[in-house]
C-alpha cells in the first residue's frame, strides 16, 4: 500500500508540502500542486473522490445558520436540509448565531476561507452591505428570510401575508386590543409580520401603537413573564400575535395559574405548528410552514448556484402557509386553509 512518502518521492517533493496539500492548506503552487495529485493518482494513495475534491477545491460542505437549534422549527428544518443534501453527497454543518452580528460574520468567514461551499442563512442580523463581498467566495442562499430586492435567491413564505391572517382571525373572534410579539432583533422577516399585523389592524379599523409591539420573548418561560406583564401593565390586551408557539404555550400555561381564561379573556396565535401547539390546553392556534419544501428548495437552489454561479440578483420562491384554528382562539377546533 502507497504512503505518504511514496507520494512525496514519486513527485520530487517533500513530505511536508504533500500534507499540505493533502489537507489543502495554502502556500503550495499550483505546479507542485498538481505533481502531488498526479503521484496520489498514480499510486492510488487517495480515493478518487477525495482527489476529485482537490482539484475543484470543493469540500462538498455547506454551512447552514441559524439563532438557535432549541427551536423546533430550525430543528425541523436541518433535519430536512441535512436529508436532501446528503443524497447530493453533501455534508451540512450547523452554525448557531444566537442573533449575533459578529458571529453572523464570523460564520461568513467559513466561506472566504474555503471551508464550505456555499452558506445557507435562515435568519439574518447585519446589512446586506457587510455580507455581500462574501458573495465572491461563493453562493448565498436565503431561507425563511425575507428582502427587497432579491439580491440572492431566497425561499420563503409570506410572512405579512401569515401575519395578516393571525390578525384578522383574532378581530374576527371579537378581539379589540391586540399585541404582537416576537423575539430577537427586529429583521427583515419581523418587520415583514410587523408590517402585517399593522395592516389587519387598519383595515379593519382598529388603533395601532408601537405600544403593542412587544420586543424580546422567545421561549416558554418569556411566554410565562409575558403572561404576567400583560395581566397587570396591560390588561386591556385581549388578543396576542406570537411569532413562536413556545411563546404562545407559555402564556397559555401561565393563564392557566390565573384567574385568566384561554381564549374568553386572552386569544393566543402562535406560529409554526409546533408538536407543542397540539399539547398544551387549550391547543395553540397557529401558522403552519412548509418546512420540509422550504428545506428541500433552498437545498436545490444552493446546489445548482454552485454548479452553475449567477452573480446577477436572486430569484424568490414563496410557499403557501396555512393558518391551523384551535383552541387558543376559538371552542371548536377546525383547520382553515
Not at 92 to 97: R, S
Not at 240 to 260: L, Q
Amino acid at each position: 500500500m502507497a504512503t505518504i512518502e511514496d507520494v512525496a518521492k514519486l513527485a520530487g517533493l517533500s513530505r511536508t508540502t504533500v500534507s499540505r496539500v493533502i489537507n489543502d492548506q495554502p502556500y503550495v503552487t499550483d505546479e507542485k500542486k498538481q505533481r502531488i495529485l498526479h503521484a496520489m493518482d498514480e499510486l492510488g494513495y487517495v480515493p478518487n473522490s477525495s482527489a476529485r475534491r482537490l482539484r475543484s477545491q470543493r469540500t462538498e460542505t455547506i454551512a447552514v445558520l441559524l439563532p438557535r437549534i432549541t427551536n423546533p422549527f430550525f430543528g425541523n428544518l436541518i433535519e430536512s436540509m441535512e436529508q436532501k443534501a446528503s443524497k447530493a453527497g453533501y455534508q451540512v454543518i450547523v452554525c448557531q448565531t444566537h442573533d449575533s452580528k459578529k458571529k453572523e460574520l464570523d460564520y461568513l468567514q467559513l466561506l472566504k476561507t474555503k471551508q464550505v461551499d456555499g452558506i445557507i442563512m435562515t435568519s439574518l442580523v447585519n446589512d446586506w452591505e457587510l455580507i455581500h463581498p462574501y458573495l465572491e467566495n461563493g453562493p448565498i442562499v436565503l431561507c425563511n428570510e425575507y428582502m427587497e430586492n432579491n439580491p440572492v435567491p431566497m425561499i420563503h413564505m409570506d410572512h405579512r401575508r401569515a401575519a395578516y391572517e393571525a390578525v384578522q382571525h383574532l378581530i374576527e373572534q371579537g378581539c379589540k386590543h391586540l399585541a404582537f410579539v416576537h423575539g430577537g432583533q427586529e429583521g427583515h422577516l419581523t418587520l415583514e409580520r410587523k408590517r402585517g399585523f399593522e395592516q389587519a389592524l387598519l383595515d379593519h379599523g382598529l388603533s395601532s401603537s408601537e405600544d403593542q409591539v412587544i420586543q424580546g420573548p422567545m421561549d416558554v418561560g418569556d411566554g410565562r413573564h409575558l403572561f404576567t406583564y400583560i395581566k397587570k401593565e396591560m390588561p386591556h390586551i385581549d388578543g396576542v400575535f406570537t411569532g413562536s408557539d413556545e411563546v404562545a404555550a407559555g402564556i397559555i400555561y401561565e393563564a392557566a395559574h390565573s384567574d385568566w381564561k384561554i381564549p374568553e379573556d386572552l386569544s393566543v396565535v402562535g406560529f409554526d405548528n409546533q408538536m407543542l401547539s397540539l399539547l398544551m390546553v387549550p391547543s395553540i392556534t397557529t401558522i403552519e410552514q412548509p418546512v420540509k419544501k422550504l428545506a428541500d428548495k433552498t437545498v436545490e437552489v444552493l446546489l445548482k448556484q454552485l454548479l452553475h454561479p449567477d452573480p446577477v440578483r436572486g430569484k424568490s420562491h414563496v410557499f403557501d402557509h396555512k393558518l391551523v384554528v384551535r383552541g387558543s382562539t376559538r371552542k371548536e377546533e377546525l383547520i382553515i386553509h
